[in-house]
């Protein structure tokens, strides 16, 4: 990419890049992505280093067993996170709904088209996903390769900007044909929340997260408050039961509303390097439960904008769980 760290990868973009280049006809709008899953994979990157220096630290033959795969890893930083193909907005600070995150840059709702590309920290609150286009199995290759190839960061100070130019190529080769592959109506649903973003969150939104969206953090109903208990006994007839007898309920689910309420829950325990064996199990379970009901998102949800020629993005990492 050019750069010695993420902060002037991200300076660079400030001064040439605006989100105006999402308007219709989103010919352009791979640009944003390309940059915004770069950003998004060195983050995950040090996150997965923190994760196997916990392993080698409390190495043990629980650790060993235990260990997910670099898919799965990426899988449930796209579930806890919050995808960087996606237009988010954070609920539960106040004033912070007037603020979107669209396609991982941060932007006023209000005038969104109009603004620069401001790409921030990874956001430490949990985001309502309003529409997500679908990441490729091709995508998540891309992403994985950065997981490879990434030097060792837990000493540095500064992110480094360690992606090389045949990923980023790569990278950006998908985003286009994953933009190129949505469905006209998709196409057109995502052109008209993002010239009127207030009649695409009443459009898009179920009904439960529309309401808790309108509401102040102070009379919206308390998401931390929610135990990760409850959430795991929720979830267990949807992961137990393959049949017809839940999924025929699927369009009466808020699933931007329950995806939402597990990433509250699961960003309590984030990894670090700090942590004892026991916290960093917890966050690994935690994030599992929020991998699961993202999954049951992106195959339940007309929020989920699905390429064409990429029907069914996460069975193959989910059996692999």
Request: charged fraction near 20%; charge should be negative; glycine fraction near 2%.
């Amino acid at each position: 990419m050019g750069f010695a760290t993420l902060s002037d990868a991200v300076a660079s973009w400030l001064a040439k890049l605006s989100l105006h280049i999402c308007a219709p006809p989103l010919d352009q709008l791979y640009v944003l992505l390309t940059a915004s899953v770069c950003a998004f994979t060195m983050e995950c990157a040090r996150a997965w280093q923190i994760y196997c220096a916990l392993i080698r630290k409390n190495l043990c033959g629980d650790a060993a067993h235990e260990r997910c795969t670099k898919d799965v890893f990426l899988h449930r930083c796209l579930a806890c996170w919050g995808s960087p193909l996606a237009v988010h907005v954070a609920v539960e600070r106040v004033q912070s709904t007037k603020e979107v995150r669209c396609f991982g840059f941060a932007t006023c709702r209000d005038a969104m088209l109009d603004a620069p590309a401001m790409y921030p920290a990874k956001s430490p609150e949990a985001l309502l996903t309003v529409l997500e286009i679908g990441v490729t199995p091709g995508l998540l290759s891309c992403m994985k390769r950065c997981l490879n190839t990434a030097p060792d960061m837990l000493e540095e100070h500064a992110m480094p900007c360690f992606v090389q130019q045949d990923t980023v190529s790569a990278v950006q080769l998908e985003c286009e044909r994953a933009v190129a592959f949505l469905t006209e109506d998709d196409k057109q649903r995502l052109c008209a929340l993002l010239k009127d973003m207030d009649s695409g969150f009443s459009d898009n939104l179920s009904s439960k997260a529309y309401e808790r969206l309108r509401r102040s953090p102070s009379t919206s109903p308390q998401m931390s408050a929610e135990s990760f208990e409850e959430l795991k006994e929720w979830l267990r007839p949807w992961t137990s039961t393959r049949g017809t007898d839940m999924h025929a309920l699927a369009q009466e689910v808020p699933w931007d509303d329950y995806l939402l309420r597990s990433r509250s829950v699961a960003r309590q325990h984030v990894l670090n390097e700090s942590m004892s064996w026991e916290e960093c199990c917890q966050a690994m379970e935690e994030s599992d439960v929020v991998s699961k009901i993202y999954t049951l998102f992106q195959e339940m949800s007309a929020q989920y904008l699905r390429p064409t020629f990429h029907p069914h993005p996460t069975a193959s990492v989910e059996s692999r769980a």
